[in-house]
């Protein structure tokens, strides 16, 4: 019958029920590697400003922040320290891959969810 | 197919013979430059005599001093051929390619819009890109274009606070 | 049956009430079984009960320069006509209404708001409305001739004009379908065209008319229309059930009376929810046909089908039935 | 029934993309057809000058959310070929497999919605719910599911890693049988070859003419195919088909992308598994020298290019691009003339717009009396004389 295929089709999805992940009770299991939320670490932070120059929103900030951090073997005294605005933020990694620090100063989580009511968001 | 080796410089320049010569830019593109107002006669060649019977892109440059129109067209040979044309940035104007190439007109109302040149027996010049309440001879993509505050360039007002 | 049973009959049981909370169900079905087949969830139970309610609350424009109590009163003769012709339809047994001809009243009745529909579309001086009302009006015309021809089928067998009748006196000769299976698949092409679904969604087409005649409709006007429409979906699987699958009436014999009337109504469940099942399937494996196929389509195979399906009935049946 | 004009858009429920098309009908059939496309024009050919290379790739990724990697492909090979940059074959093959998962989930896209402008919604949930997999695929290849950020000039941010081409394997042969029943549903269903077959026909010379790209005009007989003609990334390497029919029809056009869609597969699935070892990138220059690149893409719509002026800074002096669609609309344009109302969506939905990546107008009138074939001219100045005459220009 030439609608063969579409009956079959039918029954098939008929048969294997929805398709829907139905959020937030299901959730999608995130892959690793995934651009989420982004965080930083204070304490690895050497102030360098790479990750505000690269940033292509522009949505870091290096503020003032005095701290001690360990630099290839020596504690320095770094003079700022990155604030992003989260919400114009594009998750693009950039300034994940210029953070010159290991383990990564500023870095993307796998933190999926990212709505929020306040548009002014920083993350420090 | 691989890239067409036959495509060199002087089988262009033999086809556009008296109008300007072929220089060979990429692997598969000739250059040829020519006077603007013979691009008409450029454009027919290369459609006839050099079998180009796909437009690729009219792309512009301003280069600062002059205005830059860049005829690329290809065909089955799959060589390029780019015709370059200089025109004064005071009054630029051209001949509409529309009757050889139909889609040029598509991408002359285009290049109208943001650099604000002339394309000469143009059937519908109107706006294209632009929104309705843009001000009138302002080219947006000339470098020397500067946003003046004064303006309304149309669209949503600033979002307040 | 005395007075005050025929109100309780039409108003309460098998009449309005009844037929709207099954309406609804109707329309629960068929939404969660074309999602089904989408792998969707589709809606919950209550959700065709709810989005009435909703539509009932929200504000009810008249489009400026409409004549408003012109299209009030059109959706109110739409919903009235499709409700009166579900009195005629057998559900418990034979309707206690059904007289010689009620067959005909119930097919006229259930033309109005196809009509009412154009008037709708043209009324609503919005454009979209106005193409869309022309287009329920020309395939009016297109599937009205084979599916009438088809549904009197059942009716030249059975040698009576009442549905009723036809329902009971297939008890004895066996389901129509039986005889006359090129009728019942007419049947019900001709009620998927006539309830505006798919393939046959053209006044309505999303896709082009935003929503036909349906655009102008808001807040109570529009719950009134689709309401009419999921009725109309009831009494034309409850016709359909009647004419060609024996309407409520169980093959074998049931001895006390209330438990026959039972059987019977548990028959007409199962045998309207039937053919949903099939409208359902239809509408979720077809996409759209384009007015000038669905002209061919019409008067080429339907009404070839109907006049050669009559014509078997007329030479076979001889009079027959009964 | 006299004319009358059926504004389409910019908001409307069959193209979900911000086009207006101001259509003049005469009852049912569509005499002529204004379209106006320009809603979302973000200026960022202009933006593009400000930015240097590293800022311009995020940039241009979104001028469109279906196509974003062929943006940044075809702007980073265009970069690299000013620097005389050799990209390691291991991005190469990279960039290959992402750019035709684009293509797939592109496809599939198309075909959902093609189905949709129909009323066969079924099969648009059903493409849609497959395309999951494509783009949960390329989630985990890339990070993300639209942006994917795969490139930056001299290579590729994002590697591939055994596991990851595992899963790619399985997820290929489910879309391999998902596709050929693909193939057989639009061949059987028979709403679908009824609205299709026939709808919105373009002969080969008027494809070419008319300057139409990609798998419309591959549709019509053209062979043009930019990953044979002028071969990037690894299309040298790995063997595929181009995929051309005859007919030119709405049909047709589809076929050729399920066509596209099934060698999408087979390439992602060698790319994959072929991938060379080495590095991702090579450390590139700040500075491109002065030079002139036209850099073409194959774009799942059609050729992409971008004109690139550098002249020795780390920005392009000039970003000329030309959208596949925008090549596509002339033709569009001027084979609805004398269709159905109803054949508008489908026609359109045909060349698969991407209005985001264009914003263009195109304006064709025939003079209405019968179907006489008129020359482009004759056919603009009559609507030049009509269009003073009833806009009082």
Known sequence: MRGGAVLRELLASLWKGPATVRYPAERVPVPTGFRGRIAIRDDACIGCSKCALVCPTECIDMVPSEREVPVKGRTIVRKKKPEVHLFACIRCGLCEEYCPTDPKAIYLTEAFAGAGPDKEVVVR | MTRSAAWTADRVSAAMQGLGTGESVAANRVRVSVPAARVLEALARTRDRLRCDHLIQIATVDTGTTFELHYHLTGAHRGIVSIRVELPRDAPRIRSAHGILPPAALYERQIHDLFGIEFEGHPDLRRLILNEDWPESEYPLRKDWVMDPGKSYGGAAKEVG | ?322 | MAEIVVPIGPQHPALKEPVNFRVIADGETIVRLELDISYNHRGIEKAAETRDFVHAVPLLERICGICSHSHTTAFVQGIEEAMRVRVPPRARYIRTAVAELERLHSHLLWLGVAAHEIGFNTLFMWTWRDREVVQDLLEAISGNRVNYGVNEVGGVRVDVPERVVARAMKDLSFLGRRIERYGTLVREEPTTLVRFRGVGRLTPDAALALGTVGPTARASGVPYDVRKDDPYAAYDDIPFRVVTQTAGDVFARTLVRIGEMAESVGIVRRSLLDLPGGPLKVTSPRVAPRAEILSRYEAPRGELVHFIRTNNTDKVERLDVRTPTLANWTSVVSSLRGHPLADLPVVVAAIDPCLSCTSRIAIARPDGTGTTSMTWDELRDHGKRYYRATEGL
């Open chain 3, 1 to 322: 049956m005395d007075p005050l049973g025929i109100v309780a009959y039409g108003l309460l049981f098998p009449g309005l009430v009844f037929l709207i909370g099954y309406a609804l169900f109707f329309e629960f079905v068929d939404r969660k079984l074309a999602a089904r087949f989408q792998s969707r969830v589709g809606p919950p139970l209550l959700q065709p009960f709810a989005d009435l309610v909703k539509l009932l609350s929200k504000e009810d424009v008249d489009t400026e320069g409409s004549d408003a109590t012109a299209i009030r009163a059109i959706l109110i003769l739409a919903f009235a006509a499709v409700a009166t012709a579900f009195l005629y339809v057998p559900v418990l047994g034979p309707s206690p209404l059904a007289f010689q001809g009620d067959l005909v009243v119930v097919l006229y009745l259930f033309t109005l708001p196809t009509i009412l529909l154009f008037l709708l579309g043209w009324l609503s001086r919005n454009v979209f409305g106005t193409i869309g009302g022309t287009r329920a009006l020309t395939q009016l015309f297109i599937y009205e001739v084979p599916l009438f021809l088809v549904l009197l089928g059942p009716a030249i067998a059975a040698q009576s004009w009442s549905l009723s009748g036809i329902a009971e006196a297939q008890r004895a000769s066996g389901w129509a379908v039986v005889a006359q299976p090129i009728g019942f698949l007419v049947a019900l092409i001709g009620l998927q065209a006539k309830l505006e679904r798919a393939p046959f969604d053209l006044p309505e087409a999303d896709t082009e008319l935003v929503a036909g005649p349906w655009t102008e409709l808001t807040g109570r006007k529009l719950a009134m229309m689709r309401l009419t429409m999921d009725l109309a979906l009831v009494v034309g699987s409850g016709l359909v059930a009647a004419l060609f699958l024996g309407g409520p009436s169980v093959p074998w014999v049931v001895e006390p009376a209330w438990l026959a009337a039972a059987a019977g109504f548990a028959a007409f469940l199962g045998k309207t929810l039937g053919i949903l099942v099939v409208l359902a399937t239809i509408r979720s494996a077809m996409g759209r046909i384009r007015m000038d196929q669905l002209d061919a389509f019409g008067w080429t195979v339907l009404t070839g089908a109907g006049i050669l399906q009559i014509g078997l009935v007329l030479v076979l049946g001889g009079g027959g039935g009964g």
